[in-house]
Each structure stands twice: as structure tokens, then as C-alpha cells.
């Protein structure tokens, strides 16, 4: 009974995504998949058919999958490797029929599919990064929403710099309570042009009012340890996260912030926190950023065509990935950079303040001043590791000349 509810929930989703998506005419057009009468048969699989042809499959689970395996003209492929809730897979060549062994639990949300036509994806489709072992920069929001409202036109700013690693991490996790955020989380983040996949907030939403209060988050203690752990884990050169009056004065805002700003101060030292400083290391951030942070005051222009976004303004990114927020929609909130705006002092997304810095201080509006991409570092150092074979090489050979002729002269 359960299993008939759940094909037919498959089905329909399936179905209503093909009729109700419009993508542009340039894009690759999604082919319509045929699910199998038996689609999610005892043994787990799903079957998934097409007379046009396709290769490049692209699924929205409605949880995190384990492995699975995708089984298509006679060759297997290991999927979810990297624990990704929106999965990309692309095949070597076109297929009108392909299998989904499905992981135990594991629940499709939707799946489009495209055949290898030559021409780009829809830019809805998300093809994640993995999680970089460093991050250049590493933004701390609470709710999945507080990253696009307050942080997004900086995120898209530097997600739009060539080389730089943008993750994106969140305080709550929705899967035990609203999972639809879950997916506009991602949805938001993709727009503004992440590519790294962001990192699942650790504290469960559905409990967030009286786990907090209730002091059973050790008086909120555990924030700041978890917010360690990830600077620790991305060691990042640039950290950003909220107000410290928590935007409109949201309380979990202000915990985020005083837990971060408490955080970069002390993750340097391996008595603090120690579980992580054992199992990452210790991590000193360069450059912390808050939000509307009176000191060291800093306005972003979000106002420049960004070239990764097809020359759309971080705000305008910004924009509309809130309004992947569909179900955020309901409220008073905006995205805005306008210091006329009568919401200026809460919610202005291009208002930050140096924190602390350990490279000096700015002296315009770039976050990225004083500090060199992980990416051009390792090309730096690895023109300086050419010149050294070189001249190291030249030298060798010169020396092998003198001693040639030496011997040479001795030899007469
Ligand atoms: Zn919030």
C-alpha cells in the first residue's frame, strides 16, 4: 500500500516537472522519462525509458542517498560517492533505457534527464563541486534563506572571482522539519553561482526553539564548537557570517555571530574545542567579516555585471535566488544594497565591518584585499618551483660544460 502511495507520489512529481518547467530555447530540452509500471519494484530499482535518447540525468532526492548504482547499456555506475541531495550523473553516450538500483530509503524528488545534443544545460540544473579541503572563503548563515537575504550579493562577489572557493555552511538543518528548504537552500546558492556543495546546517530545526533556550545546546556552547570545527575543517582565509544584533534582532542571528566572532579568536589554539583541533588541526582565519559590523566599515558594489553569471549584478543574483525561496515568500524580507532603504541599518546586503584581521586592515571596498586565492598561491609556487628546476638545470649543464673542458684542457 505504502509502496503503491509512493510510486504514484514518484510519478506525479516526475510528470508535473516536465510540464512545468520552461527553459530556454538555447538550453538542452529535458527528454520525457517513462517510468516503469513497476518503478519501484521490491528489489529497489527504477527504470527509467526514453524512445529520444539520454545521457545526462540529473536527480533531486528527498533526502541525502547512500550509494547507488545506475545500471544503462550493460555498464554500472557507483553514484552517490559524495552524498550529494542534488546529483548529477552523465553517461558515455545515449541510452533509451537505464536503471536506478536504489539505495536503501532512498526516495527520488524529481529527475530530468537530457540527451547529448551539443547544447548547454538549462543553468537550473546543479552540477556541484565536492567540498574543497580549503576554502578560500567560508560564509556561516543561520536558516537557509539568511545566506541569500544578508549574504548573498558578498557570496555571489566572490563566488564570481576566477581561482576562489566559495562554501557556504548553515547553522539548522530542515530534513526533520520543513525538507522542502533543504532543496530551495541549494536552489539559492546555485543561482548565486556556488559551485562548491554548501555544508548541511548540524542543528535540527525542529527543535531549534526549545533545544536552544532550554540550555540542552550547553547554553549554546555547542554553536560555537560547531562554527570551530568548520573553520578548522575549510581553513579558510576569509570567514563571513551575520550581525551581531542578529539583522531585526532574530536571536539565533546573534548567537551565529557572537559563536563566530568568539570562534576566530580562539580556533588557534588546540585547547579550545579540542575534539576538532584533533581531527582537523588548528586554524587561524586571516579575515573575519560580520554583517553591518559598525567597525572597519566596508560597502560591497553589487551593481557589477559578473561574467559567471552572465553579466547579471550580485544583487540582482541575489534577488533571485531568494525567490528560490519559494517557501520564504510570505514574509516582509528583501533583498536590498539601497542605504535609503527605511530597512537599511537591519537588512543592507552590501553593509560589513572588518571583524578582525591578522593581514591589515582594508583600504576600499574588497574583501579579498591583502590575501591571494589558495589557486594562485599554488600557481605561484609552482612558478617558483619552475624557475628553481630551471636555473638549477642551467646551472647543472653549465657546470658539466666547465667540467668537460677542464678535463678536456687536462687531456692536452
Ligand atoms: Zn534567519
Request: hydrophobic share 35%; aromatic share 10%; net charge negative.
Amino acid at each position: 500500500m505504502k509502496r503503491t502511495v509512493i510510486i504514484i507520489l514518484i510519478l506525479s512529481l516526475v510528470l508535473s516537472m516536465f510540464t512545468v518547467n520552461v527553459f530556454a530555447a538555447e538550453t538542452s530540452a529535458p527528454v520525457y522519462l517513462k517510468l516503469s509500471s513497476n518503478s519501484c519494484g521490491a528489489d529497489g530499482t527504477i527504470k527509467l525509458t526514453s524512445s529520444a535518447g539520454f545521457s545526462r540525468i540529473y536527480i533531486e532526492w528527498v533526502g541525502i542517498p547512500g550509494r547507488w548504482t545506475l545500471k544503462a547499456d550493460g555498464n554500472e555506475t557507483a553514484c552517490g560517492i559524495n552524498g550529494f541531495q542534488h546529483e548529477y550523473v552523465e553517461l558515455p553516450k545515449d541510452v533509451t533505457e537505464a536503471e536506478f538500483f536504489m539505495p536503501e530509503g532512498g526516495k527520488i524528488y524529481s529527475v530530468s534527464a537530457f540527451p547529448k545534443d551539443g547544447k548547454p544545460l538549462p543553468e537550473e540544473i546543479e552540477i556541484w563541486e565536492p567540498q574543497p579541503e580549503r576554502a578560500d572563503v567560508l560564509v556561516i548563515a543561520t536558516h537557509p534563506d539568511d545566506d541569500i537575504l544578508f549574504l548573498g550579493g558578498a557570496i555571489a562577489t566572490l563566488a564570481a572571482k576566477k581561482g576562489w572557493t566559495v562554501e557556504v555552511a548553515h547553522l539548522m538543518g530542515y530534513f526533520n522539519k520543513t525538507p522542502v528548504r533543504e532543496h530551495e537552500r541549494m536552489h539559492g546558492l546555485w543561482t548565486l553561482g556556488v559551485k562548491q556543495y554548501p555544508q548541511t546546517g548540524r542543528f535540527d530545526a525542529a527543535h531549534e526553539g526549545y533545544r536552544l533556550y532550554s540550555g540542552e545546546w550547553k547554553g549554546f556552547f555547542a554553536i560555537t564548537e560547531y562554527v570551530t570545527e568548520l573553520i578548522r575543517r575549510f581553513k579558510p582565509q576569509i570567514v563571513i557570517t551575520q550581525d551581531l544584533g542578529g539583522e531585526y534582532g532574530h536571536i539565533r542571528h546573534q548567537r551565529l555571530a557572537a559563536a563566530v566572532a568568539d570562534a576566530v579568536e580562539k580556533s588557534m589554539y588546540p585547547d579550545f574545542c579540542p575534539a576538532s583541533s584533533q581531527q582537523y588541526g588548528t586554524w587561524d582565519v586571516k579575515k573575519t567579516y560580520l554583517h553591518l559590523y559598525e567597525k572597519n566599515k566596508i560597502v560591497l558594489d553589487l551593481r557589477q555585471p559578473l561574467e559567471n553569471l552572465g553579466g547579471k549584478t550580485a544583487l540582482q543574483a541575489a534577488k533571485d535566488a531568494y525567490k528560490k525561496h519559494v517557501s520564504q515568500q510570505s514574509g516582509w524580507f528583501y533583498v536590498t544594497d539601497d542605504p535609503k532603504d527605511p530597512r537599511a541599518d537591519e537588512i543592507n546586503a552590501a553593509y560589513f565591518g572588518l571583524y578582525r584581521t591578522t593581514v591589515g586592515y582594508d583600504t576600499g571596498n574588497d574583501m579579498t584585499e591583502n590575501t591571494v586565492s589558495y589557486a594562485e598561491q599554488e600557481h605561484i609556487a609552482k612558478g617558483k618551483e619552475l624557475v628553481k628546476s630551471a636555473l638549477e638545470s642551467k646551472a647543472g649543464k653549465l657546470l658539466e660544460f666547465i667540467r668537460t673542458k677542464q678535463e678536456g684542457g687536462n687531456g692536452i
